[in-house]
């Protein structure tokens, strides 16, 4: 996981606003023969480019793509060298291929120093829908303080035997207003497979994100429902987190439903960042957001921990940014989930992982020794040590053999591990209700 900020972006060569014959116009003489696509109908300028078209030649045909145009890929693969960059500051534009599995923009060649394969920026009303990314030097498709964003039917994966080399991020807008992710494929990320960070209103639904280290995350997003995704395979499924030192800060009102979150037990093979520290097995975690409701969701067979709500003092990190007022997970709500088989192989190789893997829970429901399906850190404000739930967390209908345990990590002493003796088993006054959070609506 990275800092976000805001740097002088790098356009790159290749820019996605290169100039191409309209698909209405007549066949150009150039080599290969410039095809007419019956699908490419946009109102505006559609441009279609063939299978065998070079990277030079695409370079020297997008050069007049404008707001309102629509850039369509044939089937076929197209080798690239550096990255592919639409023209800043377009409207209404589209970048289409012929399917997800059809189409592949393949960046294992690129050599230059741009850390986005695909990207986008103060771009509004752009569509991705319908090709691959493979092998990006970094991250796939990148859209930075982007409006109305979509990404649809698009996959981005890796195949280097070496998955640290991998790049960090699969889907990644970034300070984003209005950003669907649905029916795309992130496979193989060294951080995360779909990312959405510092954004407002956003729907991530209908996705496949497996073996990344992480599956979906949402860092200090305002207002998203995440649902119907199938998350597994990888080191840990979804993460909803809010980390200081960011432009926007203060995650609030993030909806995770419907969801299957199974089987996130890949090894952790992140190079660095905040996102090594977590452990494998890892399936849902929330990490000092406001306003969580967790519903529907199916959990199975992640081996450490099926779900947590955490501070952001668990890293043991000082906040030194003032303005981070919300350390803590507040108003969460995790109900009528389905929980099975969790908790039985614990990622020992990380400090959490580790101080699970040697505490005896003293589990109710059966012998077998595991981690209970919900944990919370119990950390609290320093000036509520007189109430009862401070941070109204709550969980309740809950189905499948299902424990809970306040972790009390607010009376741990990390030189001489107490956890054992501090922690609390099934702890009734967390069984909570809480209003639910409205449905997010982007705009037609």
Not at 41 to 57: D, Y
Not at 102 to 120: E, H, I, M, Y
Not at 220 to 236: G, I, P, R
Not at 322 to 346: I, W
Request: charged share 20%; proline share 5%.
């Amino acid at each position: 996981m990275k800092s976000h900020h805001l740097g002088r972006a790098t356009f790159g060569v290749l820019s996605l606003g290169v100039s191409l014959l309209a698909c209405s116009s007549d066949d150009s003489p150039s080599s290969p023969p410039q095809q007419k696509d019956p699908t490419c109908t946009a109102a505006n300028q559609c441009m279609f480019i063939a299978a065998g078209t070079t990277e030079v030649e695409i370079q020297d045909r997008l050069g007049d793509a404008k707001s309102g145009d629509t850039i369509k890929f044939g089937e076929g693969t197209f080798s690239f060298t550096r990255q592919l960059a639409l023209p800043p500051n377009v409207k209404n534009f589209t970048v289409l291929g012929a399917g997800r599995e059809k189409t592949v923009l393949d960046f294992q060649g690129q050599t230059a120093t741009s850390n986005d394969s695909v990207f986008a920026q103060y771009v509004e009303k752009i569509r991705f829908e319908g090709f691959t990314v493979k092998d990006g030097r970094g991250n796939g498709i990148k859209v930075l303080q982007g409006t109305n964003v979509v990404f649809r039917n698009v996959k981005t994966y890796w195949t280097s035997a070496d998955e640290a080399s991998h790049g960090a991020y699969g889907l990644y807008p970034v300070q984003s207003t209005n950003v669907l992710i649905e029916n795309s494929v992130t496979i193989g990320a060294s951080d995360t497979g779909i990312y959405v960070g510092q954004s407002k209103n956003i729907i991530v639904r209908n996705n496949d994100a497996h073996g990344n280290v992480a599956g979906i995350e949402i860092e200090n997003c305002f207002t998203a429902d995440v649902h119907d995704n199938d998350v597994y395979d990888n080191a840990s499924g979804i993460l909803i987190f809010d980390l200081p030192n960011l432009e926007q800060k203060g995650g609030h009102d993030i909806r995770v439903f419907n969801n299957k979150v199974h089987e996130n037990n890949h090894r952790n093979f992140s190079p660095g960042g905040l996102l090594q520290n977590v452990p494998a097995g890892t399936g849902f975690f929330v990490l000092a957001n406001t306003n969580v409701e967790v519903f529907g969701n199916t959990f199975e067979k992640n081996g450490t921990t099926q779900t947590s709500i955490l501070s952001y003092f668990i890293l043991g990190e000082e906040i030194k940014d003032t303005g981070y007022t919300k350390p803590y997970p507040t108003n969460v709500y995790v109900h009528d989930n389905t929980y099975a088989n969790g908790g039985t192989d614990v990622d020992g190789t990380k400090e959490l992982g580790l101080l699970l893997s040697i505490t005896s829970f003293p589990n109710t429901n059966e012998p077998k020794k595991r981690v209970p399906e919900i944990i919370y850190d119990g950390i609290t404000p320093p000036t509520s040590s007189d109430q009862v739930n401070p941070n109204q967390v709550c969980w309740k209908n809950n189905k499948g053999t299902v424990e809970s345990v306040n972790l009390h990590f607010d009376k741990f002493t990390r030189d001489a591990p107490n956890l054992a003796q501090i922690l609390e088993m099934n702890p009734t006054v967390y069984g909570c209700e809480l209003p639910p959070l409205p449905e997010v609506k982007l705009p037609e």
